[in-house]
């Protein structure tokens, strides 16, 4: 088992800066790949950005692409997403999970443990 809990949502103007982070606690954290998926209001989950159990292959959204990005310290058995330059539509509650595939997936089925989920809200 994996339990990650998930901080530094909050409440930002358009353009400004967050940083989430996932701390897990449980089983081996760096076996396991992490991803941030994100839902806003009335809409589906949306993967947003993926990193491999060692750090070096990552993948985002197009959306969030040059702005967000996804990072690990596996001896802090942490996974951060830094977001810049955030837009409204940015909103959503931002969740992290873990995948024992290893490697980076964009399909939330492939995601075994999930936190409780931060909110972020971007005002214009």
């Known amino acids: 088992q994996v339990q990650l809990v998930e901080s530094g949502g909050g409440l930002v103007q358009a353009g400004g800066s967050l940083r989430l982070s996932c701390a897990a606690s449980?089983?081996?954290?760096?076996?396991?790949?992490m991803g941030w998926f994100r839902r806003a209001p009335g809409k589906e989950r949306e993967f947003v950005a993926g990193?491999?159990?060692?750090?070096?292959?990552?993948h985002s959204a197009d959306s969030v692409k040059g702005r967000f990005t996804i990072s690990r310290d596996n001896a802090k058995n942490t996974v951060y997403l830094q977001m810049n330059s955030l837009k409204p539509e940015d909103t959503a509650i931002y969740y992290c999970?873990?995948?024992?595939?290893?490697?980076?997936?964009?399909?939330?089925?492939?995601?075994?443990?999930w936190g409780q989920g931060t909110q972020v809200t971007v005002s214009s």
């Open positions: 990193i491999n159990w060692s750090g070096v292959s990552t």
């Open positions: 999970a873990a995948s024992e595939y290893q490697f980076v997936t964009l399909d939330s089925d492939e995601y075994d443990y």
């Open positions: 449980g089983r081996i954290f760096s076996s396991y790949a």
